[in-house]
């Protein structure tokens, strides 16, 4: 048995967790002790489903790492279409989970509000390195121009359009899963304030002390 399956709902968010996971003594930034983990073993994603599929099949999708995994991350946008709000997302999730076998304490269920680009998003020259960015102005200063990321906030107001307003500047609109790793495997763990990504910090702690 591996020790945790990270369920994803896209590749971006596959490559984001590999990219967070993936760093030598990972377990260190995270604050928990080491676990086995490798993205070709423990990282899944509902191909051709998304986030709306994952919240309405992630019981079935996940039943089979029962024989597999000791513990479970299910992670996707809050933000989709016909989505029913973080709380409920997260709730009808862990009904299903139980309903497939998984113990409450072997799951955790992440939502993030509103999207995944709310993790990546620092004032840090590792972003900028992956967005090719070149100073002058910082690209925090770009951003507060453009008002995309008013002063006083941790994050632009509307993280995934800044990403995309970046991207179009910068890369000319190609935008690959890979960004998204390479920001991750750079940025400050301990900076990432996300609610969600400090839950899933706590778990692992938890999880594997």
């Not at 986030?51 to 309405?56: E, N, P, Y």
């Not at 513990?71 to 709730?91: C, E, N, T, W, Y």
């Not at 970046?166 to 991750?184: D, P, T």
Request: with cysteine.
């Amino acid at each position: 048995m591996r020790d945790c399956i990270f369920y994803v709902a896209d590749q971006n968010m596959a490559e984001t967790f590999t990219g967070f996971l993936n760093r030598p003594n990972f377990h260190l930034s995270m604050g928990c002790g080491a676990f086995h983990f490798s993205p070709l073993l423990d990282i899944a994603r509902a191909k051709g489903k998304t986030d709306g599929g994952l919240w309405r099949h992630a019981g079935s999708l996940c039943k089979g790492y029962l024989k597999t995994h000791h513990k479970l991350v299910v992670a996707l946008d809050r933000d989709f279409g016909g989505s029913p709000g973080q709380a409920q997302i997260r709730q009808d999730i862990a009904q299903q989970l139980l309903s497939a076998g998984w113990q409450e304490s072997h799951f955790i269920v992440l939502v993030i509000d509103p999207e995944l680009e709310q993790w990546i998003w620092q004032d840090n020259i590792h972003v900028e390195s992956a967005l090719k960015y070149t100073r002058p102005p910082s690209l925090r200063a770009f951003l507060e121009q453009t008002g995309d990321w008013p002063a006083g906030q941790d994050k632009p107001t509307d993280p995934k359009a800044a990403l995309e307003k970046c991207v179009m500047r910068q890369l000319r609109g190609i935008r690959s899963s890979s960004l998204y790793r390479k920001i991750a495997a750079n940025v400050s763990v301990t900076n990432c304030r996300d609610t969600e990504f400090q839950s899933l910090r706590l778990q692992l702690q938890v999880w594997f002390p």
